[in-house]
């Protein structure tokens, strides 16, 4: 009768198995299998693992486990078999076939046609995504549509860096060109006004040859000859000569009813109790203001306030504005609030300490004033930014 060992390897054989293939199928170590099949019980461990070897050696090559057992413990010398354990229902592995991937030409040309129509709707998206996008404009100064009180205007913008800026005024037109930006993209230009109303249209032109356009509707009425008395005109704040450190300037006062109010050239509103404010951020060191107050029959009046600006820490105003961004701000290392959050579109904050860090989800719409100096936008729509403000 043939021994253990040689049944064994004879059924392995006869299903062309190798050593290797079957450790790999059934978990078990090659050496062991190598020493049930020859015989060599010393190499092997304990009884009772060399049973549940064979156990499962056995299954797998399709060959009755019970008279193999039997047959284990008569040559290793006739020791009477020890209970089986109850059986488990053990499927053995089996050989996986790794099939590999062949490119035929059956599939490699719709890959290949696919590769291409895919880059070309890509490259046609990118190539309208940037045409429709207009280069960035926004008018600061003036805000919106008003009064003025002189006939020479300033016009004050942020808009791309290197675009070209023409400024027309209708009637007429007068045309006010070769307008230069700063690295920023600001720009400052002064106009020229007609008694009243004048159509102001800022145009810029980018590299790419994009246009953007933004207009204001400014009234100017000249001073008549021989007008009445002046309106009446009381500035409460600020003091002529006071200082401001880390903080805003608020100009307010009182007029006669139906006066209006500019200051510094831009049309403040006058509530119906004759009373008006408005507050302004700006840059350290000495700053004037104009109030200037007219009413119907032409008469004017003004008085100026000269005020000191100064920063001991970074004022940071964030001004969120041309879309929703979310905004974590940490402010001398913690964090306000620690998860951040999504500002909606025309939302402001302002964060106070030595260092100042802002990090924003759509740096194009946020806007920051730095102890009084513009930034019209942290970086690019969708762009995430992180940008350091310190006290200076």
Known sequence: MPSLGEQLRAQRERKAITLEQAAADTRIREKFL??????DYPLLPGA??????????????????DELVVLYQQERGGAPPEPAPKRSNFKPYRPVVHQSLIFRPVVLVPVLIIAFVGSFLGYIYYQFATFATLPKLEIIDPSSDGLAASPELVVHGITVPDGRITVNVFPGPDVFGDIRTA????FTTTVSLKPGSNHVVVEVLDAAGKTNRVSRTIQYQAPAVGVSAPPVLAVEQPANGATFTNTYVQVSGRVDRGVTVQINTVPVTVSTDGTFQ???????????????????AGGTVEETRTVVIAYTAAVVIVRVTGGDSWILATVDGNCDPCQGRVFKDGETATFQGKEVRIRTGNAGAVQVNHNGQVIASLGRQGEVVERVFVAQ
Do not use: H, M, W
């Not at 190598?34 to 015989?39: I, Y």
């Open 34 to 39: 190598k020493a049930l099949e020859e015989g």
């Open 48 to 65: 009772v693992y060399t049973r549940g070897f064979l156990r499962n050696y056995s299954d797998y090559l399709d060959l009755e486990t």
């Open 183 to 186: 690295s920023d993209g600001s």
């Open 278 to 296: 408005a507050r302004y951020y700006l840059p350290a060191g000495a700053q004037p203001f104009r109030i200037v107050a007219r009413n119907s």
